[in-house]
Nanobody, 119 residues
């Protein structure tokens, strides 16, 4: 089992910044990739960004490219999502997730953290 704990959400004005953190614990040695997803009210959950457990090969959704940066602190088993130039449409619950080695999908999820961007 891998346990994930997100933090860092909150209310920010458009154009502002927030940094989300996701601390992983448990059987993390079997992890392959960590990602951030978000779900806005009334919408389906969507991919935001992901990074390999080693900290390499970041990838981003087109909607956040150039504004969001995913990074990982290996010593702390923590992944971060730095969000700059936030827009009202970034408002959502943000979830951290882990994809285990050998898994075809993300199989561990955090509880989510709310990000609200006011106009």
């Amino acid at each position: 089992q891998v346990r994930l704990a997100e933090s860092g959400g909150g209310l920010v004005q458009a154009g502002g910044s927030l940094r989300l953190s996701c601390a992983a614990s448990g059987r993390t040695f079997s992890s392959y990739r960590m990602g951030w997803f978000r779900q806005a009210l009334g919408k389906e959950r969507e991919f935001v960004a992901a990074i390999r457990w080693s900290g390499s090969s970041p990838s981003y959704a087109d909607s956040v490219k150039g504004r969001f940066t995913i990074s990982r602190d290996n010593a702390k088993n923590t992944v971060y999502l730095q969000m700059n130039s936030l827009k009202p449409e970034d408002t959502a619950v943000y979830y951290c997730a882990v994809r285990s080695s050998g898994s075809s999908s993300y199989n561990y999820w955090g509880q989510g953290t709310q990000v609200t961007v006011s106009s």
